[in-house]
């Protein structure tokens, strides 16, 4: 099997190897983890033919530089991350390249976004924790944090793949209303607060990382803050004492004893964390039926979009399988 | 099953349902059994549970089961769990009480007007149950610390308590699994480890199980100063 060896040039505070993410082990204090933007990580695999739940590597402000020392390997970014300086390849985001030995890859993190990703054609090697390779930040499990100086080998690596650019989904502009279902601690707050939730506006900070972001704008001090830990979950408003909303991401705490306030639709969770500081944003009230049908759409339109940017080659691949298999039925037939 | 419960939507993929009150035995038996009787009916489209003090969280695919059916499935568990009990498993923590191993030992004695040594007889003596996993990886919430015991946080979190550091607040107690800052009192240090990553099964407890703390002195505990 090929295998490109890649040697990490620099590479931001918040860059880490995360897969489709740790599933099953919440009850043991181990968030799910995964891509802070699922659809761009999924966006930048699908182009390159993998697996959806292979993995990547995840990058934040700093961006993140490579270069290849041995082998070679096709590559896919997406979201923020877009390749600045790259020996022989094309500028731009949402784009598949191949890196040859003796190339770099430089990937800025755009101004317009806060998480990018780098896909390969190919497996990162790295050891994984509960059977996946998604990196926890805080304890620094999984897959790891990528840090200059080290070296990154592809195992199973293709360079197979046509350079192009294949486009952001129509979600990726600025979201301006996030909706959200109330609670499930709204019981902690008053009327006034929750007035406030969703008639004013909200803006996100640069106070974020893989466990949250704080968002600007009215304070909304709970009644008290004498609450017994319950569960959280990505998507989670949660609030402190003083009354500061914080959304709770990938690698969230696994309980908390801040009341949630309100909990962003699992659609607009990964809008409003790609949305850099001072942008600002709505929180519109649906209710748990209405949020069940925006993630029923949201799942149609992901399908779509990934499906007209998937890769050429998986698609002709499919199509020859398909011919195959109609062409086997039409033997049957014929014998009968 | 006759008492109170309210059953709360938590966006469109899960429900909390909350069994109210403070912290107590009664309410945490409820959790885990009704955790453990929704596990083993293991409901279409259910994904995952996370129980905690007085909740438990359900996790679920919206596209493969509805909030209601889910529900109604919660409520049939319920009937049949109330009776039920599930095993628990009773395990000793050894720990070295103080010094170099509980660096707020003698801060917490005198916030709470008593010695240390009294402080650690009384912490020897609380029957502790592990009630949730919670914050971090392996990091079991314990309640059973004497009410004479109980302080409030830090006003701040502290950093440089290593793996392993006991410590408590309030009714709360837990042995630490990684290097973080905290805002908890830390009285001791054990050896016990709760989170080994490598194993396939990396956490020691289960909510239920019942831990008894077991002082030792620095040359038997296991535990390397520094």
């Known amino acids: 099997m090929a295998v490109a060896r890649l040697r990490v040039e620099q590479a931001g505070p918040m860059t880490t190897v995360q897969d489709g993410g740790r599933f099953g082990w919440m009850r043991y204090g181990v968030p799910h983890s995964g891509p802070i933007d699922r659809l761009s990580f999924e966006a930048a695999h ?31 970014v997406s979201g923020a991350a877009f390749v600045s300086a790259a020996d ?17 890859l430089s990937v800025k993190v755009a ?45 199973a690596a293709s360079a197979g793949a046509e350079a192009r650019a294949f486009g952001a989904p129509q979600s990726w502009a600025p979201i301006s209303n996030a909706r ?15 007035g406030l939730l969703v008639q004013e506006s909200f803006r996100a900070s640069a106070g974020f990382d893989r466990m949250g972001m704080v968002l600007e704008g009215p304070r909304l001090p709970p009644v008290s803050v004498d609450m017994v830990s319950e569960p959280a979950l990505r998507g989670a408003l949660q609030v402190d004492g003083a009354g500061r909303v914080t959304m709770l991401l990938a690698d969230h705490q696994t309980t908390g004893g801040y009341p949630k306030i309100a909990t962003v639709v699992a659609a607009d969770v990964e809008r409003i964390a790609q949305s850099t500081a001072g942008k600002t944003f709505r929180f519109i009230p649906v ?50 | 099953m006759t008492e109170a419960f309210a059953i709360r939507p938590v966006g469109e993929a899960a429900m909390l349902i909350d069994f109210g009150g403070a912290i107590s035995t009664t309410v945490s038996d409820r959790v885990v059994s009704l955790d453990a009787a929704l596990s083993a009916r293991a409901p279409a489209g259910l994904l995952e549970c996370v129980p905690a003090y007085t909740t438990l969280l359900l996790m679920f695919d ?42 707020d030992l003698a801060m917490a004695a005198e916030q709470l007007g008593l010695t240390p040594e009294a402080v650690v007889s009384a912490h020897l003596a609380g029957e502790y149950r592990v009630c949730m996993y919670g914050f971090a990886p392996g990091y079991a919430y314990m309640a059973g610390v004497p009410p004479r015991l109980h302080l409030p946080r830090k006003p701040s979190a502290v950093r440089g308590y290593p793996v392993g550091s006991v410590m408590i607040a309030g009714a709360q107690c837990l042995i630490t699994t990684l290097d973080m800052p905290t805002g908890w009192w830390v009285i001791g240090r054990s050896a016990l480890r709760i989170l080994e990553p490598e194993k396939a099964q990396p956490f020691l407890f289960k909510p239920g199980d019942r831990i008894r703390f077991e002082a030792v002195d620095a040359a038997r505990s296991g535990l390397r100063g520094g």
Request: aromatic share 8%.
């Open chain 1, 46 to 76: 699908t182009a390159l033919g993998n697996r959806l739940d292979q993995a990547a590597i995840e990058v934040s402000l700093g961006g993140a530089a490579l270069v290849c020392l041995e082998g070679e390997v096709s590559f896919a």
């Open chain 1, 88 to 104: 022989g390849l094309d500028g731009g985001g949402w784009g598949v390249g191949t890196l040859r030995a003796g190339m770099r």
């Open chain 1, 111 to 155: 101004g317009e976004a806060n998480w990018g990703y780098i896909c390969f054609a190919g497996q990162v090697r790295r050891p994984p924790w509960l059977g996946s390779l998604s990196t926890h930040a805080l304890s620094g499990l999984g897959g790891g944090r990528i840090v200059a100086g080290e070296e990154i080998e592809i195992d």
């Open chain 1, 180 to 194: 959200i279902v109330i609670g499930p601690q709204d019981r902690f707050f008053e009327r006034d607060a929750l």
């Open chain 1, 287 to 336: 209710t748990r039926q209405a949020a069940v049908d925006i993630y029923r759409g949201s799942q149609a339109e992901r399908a779509e979009y990934l499906s007209r940017i998937r890769s050429p080659e998986s698609l002709s691949s499919r199509l020859l399988k398909h011919n195959l298999v109609g062409g086997v039925a039409d033997g049957l037939g014929f014998k009968e």
């Open chain 2, 62 to 103: 919206p596209l493969l089961t509805t909030f209601e059916a889910l529900e109604a499935t919660v409520l049939e568990a319920m009937r049949q769990a109330g009776t039920s009990t599930v095993e628990a498993t009773e395990f000793v923590a050894p720990v070295c009480y103080g010094g170099e191993f509980g660096p």
